[in-house]
């Protein structure tokens, strides 16, 4: 029996009654349903993704890879496993000239003696090197709130402002990420792809355009 058999007959009202109350039941089934499929779906959402809870085995230290990955999320566990930073051997460490043994010049200035040949364009207006990197031990950076991180971590610096790119980024959709889609990533840094000191990439010469095959008749 249905509501068209309803408004359609004349039918006793013990069956009325019957039908709205298997109805009722039926209403309030549904909704007992979805409360708890919405509940176990918070609940997903709010543990740790199992794929991002265990460090990811890292590639032999002779490619040039730390020997364990890093940490950014203590609370979860979660780890990026990182290649090493873009650094030349020619300057790294930088402690061995930024050695502490003359007082640190923390003026903004333009550099005259030394990296002459780094120009800042990475909004030049407020910033300069000491924004990044420490002060103290050259051989760190520094988050705004003055905690020291190792270069490898550098996604935590660049974070700070490019939240957006930062979020893409854990997420895989923005820089590269490479590995399995269900179990170990590596994640290149955005040092790899950018340079700190002028990020945005250069334009491209455009290749010539293909031939069209009747040309080749």
């Keep these: 029996m249905d509501l068209r058999t309803l408004t359609t007959q004349r039918i006793p009202g013990a069956a009325v009654r019957t039908l709205l109350r298997d109805a009722a039941v039926a209403l309030a089934a549904g909704a007992l349903a979805y409360?708890?499929?919405?509940?176990?779906?918070?609940d997903a959402i709010d543990q740790p993704d199992p794929l991002h809870t265990t460090a990811a085995k890292l590639p032999p230290a002779e490619l040039g890879l730390p020997p364990n990955p890093i940490k950014y999320n203590?609370?979860?566990?979660?780890?990026?496993?990182v290649p090493k930073p873009p650094i030349s051997d020619d300057f790294w460490p930088c402690t061995q000239c930024h050695?502490?043994?003359?007082?640190?010049?923390r003026t903004r200035r333009?550099?005259?003696d030394e990296h002459t040949k780094i120009v800042l364009e990475h909004d030049a207006e407020h910033r300069w090197c000491l924004d990044?990197?420490?002060?103290?031990?050259?051989?760190?950076?520094?988050?705004?709130?003055?905690?020291?991180?190792?270069f490898d971590e550098s996604y935590k610096l660049c974070g700070q402002c490019h939240g957006d790119k930062y979020r893409d980024w854990r997420v895989g959709v923005h820089g590269k990420r490479t590995g399995m889609w269900n179990g170990e990533k590596?994640?290149?840094?955005?040092?790899h792809c950018h340079n700190p000191h002028s990020p945005h990439f250069k334009p491209l010469k455009p290749e010539t355009p293909p031939l069209r095959p009747d040309l080749y008749r």
């Design 35 to 42: 409360g708890c499929a919405t509940h176990a779906s918070k």
């Design 74 to 81: 203590e609370d979860k566990g979660e780890t990026f496993a």
């Design 99 to 105: 050695d502490n043994s003359s007082p640190v010049d």
């Design 110 to 112: 333009e550099l005259k």
């Design 132 to 150: 990044c990197h420490d002060a103290m031990n050259r051989d760190f950076l520094h988050l705004a709130s003055g905690v020291t991180i190792t």
């Design 186 to 191: 590596q994640y290149l840094l955005c040092v």
